[in-house]
């Protein structure tokens, strides 16, 4: 019998409660463990599905967040996601690339390459286990370069919440790592789109029609896009007084930017982050205060329902002893590939063992920004849960160890000012 669709919405709104409620409770319990937030978050989402709470009698997964309730969830979760991004694309700042320019290029590209070969050679092994989704068959092509693509991510968002909270930020370490996961983020976004590309096609025709338009979106983007954004911004930041509208102007220009690539055939989340990468960089105080904070702390109270969205997902109890198996090596090529790759180009660029290895740590990082690529996995039919559960569970444990061994430097004197974080929620 189908509920009632006030019904349905209660109870939506009482899973944010308590998602939200949840999620804070666990947030300073992991704060003196040295972790970022995410890493609450993201253990609060399986926690609260089946890998734990559905281990308890009477199926309480199921009855806390229905199934015909989850819809709602996922809808509130994808505001969140196509504004979290939006932000992305808007905080990433060349200039940091500039300074460094040689050093910064050395390691994003070894960071990411290493990883993406490793990944690709392991994406053969786990593919003939992992070849079905849903009752479709997987192509090996999609499946392998997804794979060696998700290795390659560093999360940008969290790795410079890292850095703030250690005081690196004024350092070279904490520069080199920040510009580095820059580029690399950019990188790693146009190696999905085009993965996307190839798992959304049907063929080779559908393949070039999809590279078409998404070449028409970017010529568009770049050409006319770009300008009207900066004349709306410099029209409704006269005087350092922002407009108010301003900010639903911004939001909604993200979420067309969303809904015009999903109908080119290519995940939502690559209009809101190239919205992002068009808006203008001169941004003042008074943009800072009225469209980006309020924007950020929309994506803090928004991106916990993600979590449990994809945490409902997660079940650890499915795996078996082969899944363990997957899981353990994962996890072992995920880390050599960022930990080696990074942390050999950062000692070729004069930073002494140490330091080096600091920077291998951030960049192995991967936190938020490797759980959105995951569900647009799922989305696409590339991973089957199983698969997506080993995934989830190699972004938590290369995200949490940074904690321990990223140094932190002592309090600042009083007078330093703190780094603005880039994004509210930093996952």
């Known amino acids: 019998m189908a509920q009632n669709p006030t019904q349905l919405l209660a109870e939506a709104m009482a899973d944010v409660a308590a998602v939200l409620i949840f999620s804070a409770a666990l947030a300073p319990v992991f704060r003196r463990l040295r972790q970022p937030q995410v890493i609450a978050e993201i253990l609060a989402g399986i926690a609260l599905g089946p890998s734990l709470l559905g281990l308890l009698p009477g199926n309480l997964p199921a009855r806390l967040f229905p199934v015909a309730g989850r819809t709602d969830l996922s809808a509130i979760a994808q505001v969140g996601i196509l504004l979290f991004m939006f932000l992305i694309g808007w905080q990433m700042s060349p200039g940091e690339i500039r300074r460094s320019r040689n050093s910064v290029v050395g390691v994003s590209l070894s960071s990411i390459a290493l990883p993406f070969a490793a990944g690709i050679g392991l994406a053969t092994w786990l593919y003939h286990d992992h070849t079905t989704v849903a009752g479709h068959h997987v192509g090996e092509t999609a499946f392998t370069l997804f794979v060696g693509t998700a290795m390659a991510i560093t999360a940008f968002p969290v790795l410079a919440r890292i850095i703030l909270e250690h005081r690196l930020q004024a350092t070279r370490v904490g520069t080199l790592a920040l510009a580095s996961a820059a580029v690399g983020d950019v990188l790693a976004w146009c190696m999905l789109s085009v993965i996307s590309a190839v798992a959304a096609s049907s063929g080779s025709g559908s393949l070039l029609r999809i590279v078409g338009w998404s070449a028409l979106y970017v010529a568009v983007l770049a050409l006319v896009v770009r300008p009207l954004l900066k004349l709306l911004v410099d029209r409704m930041s006269s005087d350092g007084d922002v ?185």
């Open 243 to 427: 407009s108010p509208l301003l900010l639903g102007i911004l939001a909604g220009g993200a979420f067309v930017a969303g809904y015009v690539t999903n109908q080119i055939g290519l995940d939502a989340i690559f209009g809101a982050f190239s919205f992002g990468l068009v808006m203008p960089r001169e941004a003042g105080y008074g943009l800072q205060a009225r469209v980006r904070e309020p924007m950020e702390h929309i994506t803090t109270l928004l991106l916990p329902v993600f979590f449990v969205s994809t945490g409902l997902s997660v079940d650890v109890t499915q795996l078996g002893g082969g899944g363990w198996l997957q899981l353990a090596a994962i996890a072992a090529v995920a880390c050599a590939g960022k930990l080696i790759g990074a942390t050999g180009a950062a000692r070729l660029s004069g930073l002494s063992w140490r330091d080096s290895r600091t920077v291998g740590f951030l960049m192995n990082t991967r936190g938020l920004t490797e759980l959105i690529i995951l569900n647009a996995g799922v989305t696409m039919g590339v991973l089957d849960h199983r698969m997506f559960t080993m995934m989830v569970i190699m972004a938590l444990v290369t995200t949490a160890m940074a904690g321990p061994f990223v140094p932190r430097l002592p309090e600042p004197e009083p007078a330093a000012r703190r780094l603005p974080s880039p994004v509210g929620q930093g996952g």
